[in-house]
């Protein structure tokens, strides 16, 4: 919790899950502090995801454990249904609080782990970071850079305007990875 939390008694609005029983995956929410209910959404969405994610573990085997794949097309196709699942999951929530689904909205860090591929998926401010092998040392390698406006705190989220031109997704080998994510 922040020092801006503290002050205006508002509750912290990050969420997180992770998972390891059938492959680790790591789902960060960070609610924007604009958004008076922000700490439900990020909760709610996290949670969701996790379940999402349980109910694809069948697809992942065939993407993520698999030598030869279409790394794009997978990685197009899973960002897309994280995505919609997103937007659909934050809606829920609005429509059992009656409240606009602006209330609700979050940022997301994704990282799903394969045998062969890592999958990772950004909407907002959030680093995922790569640790990489090199010749018994380590670096770190930032995956996608955090999707900033104008203002240093202005993101995107995932709310009713969230597009796919502001979801940032990919895929990695598996090789000699570490993982980290973390919001500002």
Same mark, same amino acid.
């Given at each position: 919790?922040?020092?801006?939390?503290?002050?205006?008694e508002?509750?912290?609005?990050? %969420?997180?899950?992770?998972?390891?029983? #059938?492959?680790?995956i790591?789902?960060? &929410?960070?609610?924007?502090?604009?958004?008076? #209910?922000?700490?439900?959404?990020?909760?709610?969405?996290?949670?969701?995801?996790?379940? #999402?994610? !349980?109910?694809?573990?069948?697809?992942?085997?065939?993407?993520?454990?698999?030598?030869e794949?279409?790394?794009?097309?997978v990685?197009?196709? #899973?960002?897309?249904?994280?995505?919609?699942?997103?937007?659909?999951?934050?809606?829920?929530?609005a429509?059992? /609080?009656q409240?606009?689904?602006?209330?609700?909205?979050?940022?997301?860090?994704?990282?799903?782990?394969?045998?062969?591929?890592?999958? /990772?998926l950004?909407i907002?401010?959030?680093?995922?970071?790569?640790? &990489?092998?090199?010749?018994?040392?380590?670096?770190?390698?930032? !995956?996608? !850079?955090?999707?900033?406006?104008?203002? %240093?705190?202005?993101? &995107?989220?995932?709310?009713?305007?969230?597009?796919?031109?502001?979801?940032?997704?990919?895929?990695?080998?598996?090789e000699?990875d570490? /993982?980290?994510? &973390?919001?500002?």
């Open positions: 919790m922040g020092y801006r939390h503290s002050v205006t508002q509750p912290c609005q990050d %969420a997180a899950s992770a998972q390891t029983r #059938l492959r680790p790591v789902v960060n &929410c960070d609610g924007a502090g604009s958004a008076k #209910l922000s700490h439900l959404g990020s909760t709610a969405l996290s949670q969701q995801l996790q379940r #999402l994610f !349980m109910t694809l573990e069948p697809l992942f085997e065939q993407w993520l454990d698999t030598k794949i279409d790394t794009k097309g990685s197009e196709r #899973l960002a897309n249904i994280i995505a919609r699942h997103s937007k659909g999951s934050i809606k829920d929530i429509t059992h /609080w409240q606009p689904e602006t209330a609700f909205r979050s940022t997301l860090l994704v990282a799903i782990i394969g045998k062969y591929y890592h999958f /990772w950004q907002g401010d959030g680093y995922l970071l790569r640790r &990489c092998e090199h010749n018994e040392t380590h670096a770190w390698q930032v !995956m996608v !850079m955090p999707e900033k406006g104008e203002f %240093a705190n202005h993101t &995107c989220f995932v709310d009713p305007a969230l597009t796919m031109a502001h979801v940032h997704y990919g895929m990695a080998s598996a000699g570490l /993982w980290a994510g &973390c919001h500002e």
